[in-house]
């Protein structure tokens, strides 16, 4: 069964720096990763995906991820934090066959503090 | 910007009773999807549709379930009979591409909430 798994529920970060969310992820076939992040009361924005090619991705507002098939992880970085960058963000999962039906995970909580 | 629009943003109703949530997606997308989140919990799949018919559906999606595409903007999801655990926030979300390739573009959710 696909399945992905955001370890932590918050991370917190101090503006200004380095940031990581981290997501593992556990698919049958090959993987398309994905990450959406949600403000409050906001749906759900696309921030970046990983289908094939270069592992690591770049997104939307500085956001990148980086595909690692043998830890079969899929961490969300951004090397310098802003304050407004405080969100819910959720990473994805679509196995191929699977069009549309993405698994999330549980979502981590980024605080970033001034 | 396009967006998908849902409406309403907040339904408070009586259990047993039908409530009927509305979307409207990007116009020029093709796939339509519901997903739902219970308040603290993951986003769920629901449903995906084409074509004028469900692609796939989960479990959750029982026989109180419904979805129609009644005209060529809207995209409805209809609760038949709702239970005090339909209560969640519903998303509804459009693709223009049949393919994994493609991201979803999400609306800003209904909130339902069933007494």
């Known amino acids: 069964a696909q399945s992905v798994a955001q370890p932590e529920d918050q991370v917190n970060v101090a503006e200004g720096n380095p940031l990581t969310v981290k997501c593992t992820y556990s698919?049958?076939?090959?993987?398309?990763l994905f990450w959406y992040v949600q403000y409050p009361n906001r749906g759900l924005q696309f921030l970046l995906k990983y289908i094939t090619g270069d592992n690591l991705v770049k997104g939307s507002y500085g956001f990148e991820a980086e595909f690692n098939k043998s830890q079969t992880s899929f961490h969300l970085k951004k090397p310098s934090a802003l304050v407004s960058d405080s969100a819910l963000y959720f990473c994805?999962?679509?196995?191929?066959?699977?069009?549309?039906?993405?698994?999330f995970g549980q979502g981590t909580t980024l605080q970033v503090k001034p | 910007e396009p967006e998908v629009t849902q409406t309403p943003s907040h339904q408070v109703t009586q259990m047993g009773q039908e409530v009927i949530l509305r979307c409207v997606p990007i116009s020029n997308h093709l796939y339509f999807y519901w997903y739902r989140q219970i308040l603290g919990q993951k986003v769920e799949f629901l449903v995906s549709f084409y074509n004028n018919e469900i692609s796939e559906k989960s479990e959750i999606f029982d026989d109180q379930f419904s979805v129609e595409r009644p005209d060529g903007s809207n995209f409805t999801l209809k609760i038949r009979s709702t239970k005090l655990e339909d209560s969640a926030m519903y998303f509804c979300?459009?693709?223009?591409?049949?393919?994994?390739?493609?991201?979803?573009?999400f609306g800003e959710g209904s909130r339902l909430t069933v007494l």
């Open positions: 994805a999962v679509c196995s191929s066959g699977n069009t549309g039906k993405l698994i």
């Open positions: 698919v049958s076939g090959n993987p398309y």
């Open positions: 979300a459009s693709s223009d591409s049949w393919s994994n390739t493609g991201e979803l573009f």
